[in-house]
């Protein structure tokens, strides 16, 4: 499994976790050790998708950043140019996922 694969599968299960998380905190706003499994996988999960961004390509509007994604000018048309980088890397339709 390569890197990419590993970062992609970690963000999955992190992402899940805070996903089912939220929907348990929807009903039970106040259980603290909910709302601290959340903070932590919250702050994990978006650590984790900076990470990723910056050595292949953002997976959300909100990881975008022309100045350190993509450090590593993996598929990209534009290596070493500063450039938005939504549209590096494959799509999920083109093999991404």
């Known amino acids: 499994m390569t890197q990419r694969s590993q970062m992609l599968q970690k963000i999955s299960e992190i992402s899940f976790a805070v996903n089912d998380l939220t929907l348990y905190l ?3 706003p106040t259980d603290a050790a909910a709302l601290n499994a959340f903070s932590k996988f919250s702050k994990e999960r978006r650590e984790l998708l900076q990470q990723y961004a910056e050595q292949f390509e953002p997976l959300c509007p909100d990881c975008v950043c022309p100045d350190t994604n993509n450090q590593s000018a993996s598929n990209t048309p ?11 890397g494959p799509l999920p339709w083109e093999g991404g996922m």
């Open 78 to 88: 534009y290596p070493g140019e500063r450039h938005f980088p939504w549209i590096d």
């Open 26 to 28: 929807d009903t039970h």
